[in-house]
């Protein structure tokens, strides 16, 4: 399972940090990735992700330079550091798993892609309001 925290009012320009949790003895075994859904939207955007196995990570190009990710193995966590926030970065945030055997396998850039990951969090939620 996993449990996604942190999100909540910012104002435009601000930082928020979300945090997922990997419950499992095997948590070390997945990649995570962050998505995001806009209101009225179904489709679920890649934000970033990172890899269990080396550590590399991925960015949405709407995000680049502004968002990092990291993990902590001990804590079983993956943090999205959201940073110069925007009111286009209002939307429920989400964060999803998937093995990491599946994870390398996936081109580069197939890896901000919903259809890969197997296991989702319910989602917390950002707002971007002055």
């Known amino acids: 399972q996993l449990w996604e925290s942190g999100g909540g009012l910012v104002q435009p320009g601000g930082s928020l940090t979300l945090s997922c949790r990997v419950d499992?003895?095997?948590?070390?075994?997945?990649?995570v990735g962050w998505f995001r859904q806009f209101p009225g939207k179904e489709e679920r955007e890649g934000v970033s992700?990172?890899?269990?196995?080396?550590?590399?990570?991925h960015f949405a190009d709407s995000v680049k330079g502004r968002f990092a990710i990291s993990r902590d193995s001990a804590k079983n966590t993956v943090a999205l550091q959201m940073n110069s926030i925007t009111v286009e970065d209002a939307a429920v945030y989400f964060c999803?798993?998937?093995?990491?055997?599946?994870?390398?396998?996936?081109?580069?850039?197939?890896?901000?892609?919903?259809?890969?990951?197997?296991?989702w969090g319910h989602g917390t939620q950002v707002t971007v309001s002055s």
């Open positions: 992700c990172i890899s269990s196995r080396d550590g590399s990570t």
């Open positions: 499992g003895s095997t948590a070390d075994k997945y990649s």
């Open positions: 999803a798993a998937v093995e990491s055997q599946y994870y390398t396998a996936m081109f580069p850039a197939g890896r901000l892609n919903h259809d890969l990951y197997d296991y």
